[in-house]
């Protein structure tokens, strides 16, 4: 093995090398040391302008940016201007290199384009999940506003699994990720000291406030879930449950479960042991998790979920079970899905911002990568939402 150094302008490895089908010489990128069959003749030094040209050779029946550039009659800086600083280019000058990008399908060369600017133009985003209404649009808006930006979005998940979030999160920053959006901030030590190492910047969202040093855009999930709670205490209700997402290792489950049991206690009541179950986010688990607490004596007169995907289980649940929603149980969810509106009777939830605060976290991450300064913790109001899930406890 040959231990070699890294080059100060692309941060690779290069050497001219003998390899066993003859000599070959040529620019190569090997982390660390170079294999066996090859011999080391002399390390070369890289210049940026040799490597943006090796890295946008013309494959055969491709256009390059040379063609582009002779097509518009301009020069390879404006057309890489108007690609990557288009607001810098005057609007005819922009229009007519556009043109000619159109009409000979040019693709800039991602590689070559991340080394000219030091950066990959992607951002990371990793969620618990995307089987969930509340995720998707999360993404949608994410992506809308990064794409605005020229900016590409790359997904993760990690199924509410910290160890799960903190492998991805390597992932995506080892494949280039300028920037990462997570989920809550029940992330890893580790994987926050990675990110502070590294100074990359992360954006937490639906959580508010931040722990120090963490910038955020969201909610403070126990006093949104306090407000069903006080709107349920004022139609009489006091046997109140609460049917929550798995709070282990899920930061904004465990704020709504301890914004519940806070919100009953400053009235005088407790959220009772049998009144409290964790499921899963899925209609079976919530189907059965209602069941097994309507079967509790005394049964409660309201639950509360952790989501409206529980909520829409408990609903099912209910009507299989031939109870009258809200005569003699009420519901109530939380997130406001399309499907809230819908369902029969229409659910009473918590209305989270989700297009408005994904955008602000997008907003948030741009600034950064633009060092532009930004605010650091951003809340976003939830409301409540009421429909016909809810009515006075049943005397």
Known sequence: MIPVGSCNICNRFHVECIIESGKFRVKVGFVGVFPEPMSAVGIGICHESDYIDTMTTKEPGLPNIE????????????????????????????????????????????????????????VGAIFPTIDNAIFAQAIDALQQRLADAGLQLLIATCGYDVATESLQATNLVTRGADALAL??????????????????????????????????????????????????????HRRIAMLAGITCENDRAAARVAGVRQALGQAGLALAP????????????????????????????????????????????????????????????????????????????????????????ADRIIAALEKKPFQVATEVEVELVVRGSTGPAPR
């Not at 002779?70 to 607001?87: D, F, I, K």
């Not at 000979?104 to 990959?120: D, E, N, T």
């Not at 649940?317 to 406001?336: H, K, L, Y």
């Open 274 to 361: 049998q009144h409290l179950l964790e499921r899963k986010y899925a209609l079976a688990d919530a189907r059965e998790g209602f069941r097994a607490l309507m079967c509790t004596s005394p049964a409660p007169t309201a639950v509360l979920c952790g989501n409206d995907v529980l909520a829409f289980g408990a609903l099912l649940e209910a009507q299989a079970m031939g109870m009258e929603v809200p005569r003699q149980v009420s519901i109530v969810g939380f997130d406001d899905l399309e499907m809230a509106r819908h369902i029969q009777p229409a659910l009473t939830t918590m209305h989270v911002p989700t297009k408005q605060m994904w955008h602000t976290v």
């Open 67 to 122: 063609d582009v550039a002779s097509a518009a009659g301009v020069s390879t800086a404006t057309v890489s201007r108007v690609l990557n600083r288009p607001q810098s280019v005057r609007e005819a000058l922009r229009a007519q290199v556009l043109e000619a990008v159109a009409r000979l399908g040019y693709v800039p060369h991602a590689g070559a384009r991340a080394l000219k600017l030091q950066r990959s133009g992607t």
């Open 183 to 236: 989920c809550g901030v029940g992330q890893s030590r580790s994987l926050l000291q990675f990110l502070k190492q590294r100074e990359l910047p992360t954006v937490h969202a639906m959580v508010y406030p931040p722990p120090a040093g963490l910038v955020c855009v969201g909610f403070d999930n126990a006093r949104a879930i306090a407000q069903a709670v006080r709107y349920l205490l004022d139609l009489g």
